[in-house]
């Protein structure tokens, strides 16, 4: 992991490896599926391929709504999922930040999807494994 995406989703700060983002789009209204979970907004279609999109703040139990603008979609070998965020900040050299596991006191939820915090100074990110919230979504 080189590059970060830095980006938020209510209060919080998030990071992905930017290796695993296939784009960035602004909000697209999703088409619901019904009878999916909350968290799962629906599905996009962009340039004839199709995508679950899921409310990453839902998903985390973020109790600041803000205002989603963003969806990021994230990739792996095999599948493609959108992630809607409030904002998309930057992008920078995961070398600058310091690694430290999760408190142990750290709510399940997030413990499913957040690999690790990564902190400059005063400034903490909640790192996400790509890997793990494409996994966890495909399974739903």
């Known amino acids: 992991m080189e590059k970060i995406l830095i980006f938020t989703v209510g209060s ?6 930017a290796a695993c983002i296939s784009e960035i789009r602004g909000k697209i209204q999703p088409t619901p599926l019904p009878g999916s979970p909350k ?3 629906g599905i996009i279609n962009i340039r004839g391929k199709i995508f679950p999109v ?3 703040g839902v998903r985390l139990s973020s109790d600041v709504v803000g205002e989603k603008k963003v969806i990021i979609i994230v990739k792996n070998e095999e599948k493609s999922i959108g992630i809607l965020v409030d904002n998309v900040s ?8 310091t690694l430290q596991n999760l408190p142990s006191t750290t709510p ?13 100074g005063d400034r903490m990110i909640f790192f996400l494994e790509a ?4 996994s966890e979504i495909a399974a739903v």
Do not use: P
Not at 12 to 17: G, I, K, N, P, S
Not at 90 to 97: L, N, P
Not at 114 to 120: F, G, H, K, L
């Open 12 to 17: 919080q700060t998030y990071a992905l490896d």
């Open 39 to 41: 968290e799962i907004l």
């Open 54 to 56: 899921i409310d990453l």
């Open 90 to 97: 930057d992008i920078e050299d995961s070398s600058k930040f």
């Open 108 to 120: 399940k939820n997030i413990q499913n999807l957040v690999t690790a915090i990564m902190s400059e």
């Open 131 to 134: 890997e793990k919230i494409i």
